[in-house]
Structures are given as structure tokens and as C-alpha cells.
């Protein structure tokens, strides 16, 4: 087994409870039937921009757990990585602008990566749990990454899943909030089989 930090469990907790408070004052905010500025539209927010910078912290820990033996997996789980730091940028940028009605008026998120940032996003994530659940040994049971899938995949259905999004994200990262993980550690640069 092998010990992940003490960084990286505390976001597997930190990150969904933000993503909680965001929805449940989300919801708070829409009880008037319409979202917008307002002490729980800016708390919130505020929450879910934290959220998505710590996502994009977590992400970066995340490959440094990838078991990446051989030059195609070290590719891989660098590609994964850079997908959901960008992902998780372009998240930040459109929370800035719902936080400063001047950032996104005088720099917008442009069309094409309000789709791309998001599926970056989760892809990468994604794939980097995968990975994880993937080696042999496994560094992950099977269910984390579809745990995670289904978290993003309630938000994908509507915005007011967002806290149930967030407990179900919360049981899928709990193997590495757990501390532990299956399996070694990956193979430094320039070490292992091409391949």
C-alpha cells in the first residue's frame, strides 16, 4: 500500500463539501424563483471558485499517483492531467465572470471552450482515476472512477443535483481520503520499459 499526502486526502474531502455548500445555497438562492446577485449567489460562488481551484491542484496530485511504468502511460496520464488543469481553468474563468459582471464583459469565456473546458475537465479526471483503478495491482477499486462518473453525470442532468453530485463525489474519492492506495508508486521520469 502505498501513502498518498496528507494534501490530497484533505482535498478529497474539502473539495466536495465546497461543491455541497455551493449547491445547497445555490438552491437557497433560487427559492425566489430566479438566481442572482445576492449574498448566497456571491457566498456560493465563492465556494465553487475555491472548488475548482483546489479541482485543479487535485488533478495535478492525482497524476503523481498514476502508476506510470512505460513512455505511453507517462504520456497518457500527462495528457490527462493538462485536460483537467485546463478544464479546471476554464471553470475559474466562468466563475469569475458570474462573481464580476466586468471580467466576463470584458473577457469572456470564448464559445467553443464553455463545451470543450468542461468535458476537458472530467475527461481528465477521469482518466486518471481510471488509470489508477486500471494498474496491476490496482491503486483503486473499480468503483471510485464510476462513483465520480456519476457525480459529474447528476450535475450533467441539472444544476439543483449539485449536493447530491457532491456526496456521491465524496464516496468515490473516499479511497485516497482513506490515505491509502493500492499498488507502488509509479516509475520515475526516464525509468521503466518504452512502450
Known sequence: MTSTTRTTRLLCFLIPLLLLSYGVLRLIDGMDGDHG??????????????AFLLFG??????????PAHTIRMRTAAGAAMVA??????CFVWVILGDLFSGFAE??????????????????????????????????????????????FALIAVGLDLIPLAAVVLMAG???LARGRTRGTTHAPVGEGAAG
Open 57 to 66: 491542484a487535485f488533478v495535478v496530485m492525482l497524476r503523481s499517483l498514476v
Open 37 to 50: 446577485p445576492g449574498v448566497a449567489w456571491n457566498l456560493g460562488h465563492a465556494f465553487f471558485l475555491a
Open 106 to 151: 470584458s473577457f469572456p469565456l470564448p464559445d467553443p471552450l464553455e463545451l470543450a473546458g468542461p468535458l476537458a475537465f472530467q475527461l481528465g479526471m477521469l482518466a486518471l482515476l481510471i488509470m489508477m483503478a486500471a494498474a496491476r495491482p490496482g491503486r483503486l477499486p473499480v468503483w471510485s472512477p464510476a462513483l465520480v462518473f456519476v457525480a
Open 173 to 175: 474519492l473516499a479511497p
Open 84 to 89: 483537467g488543469v485546463f478544464g479546471a481553468g
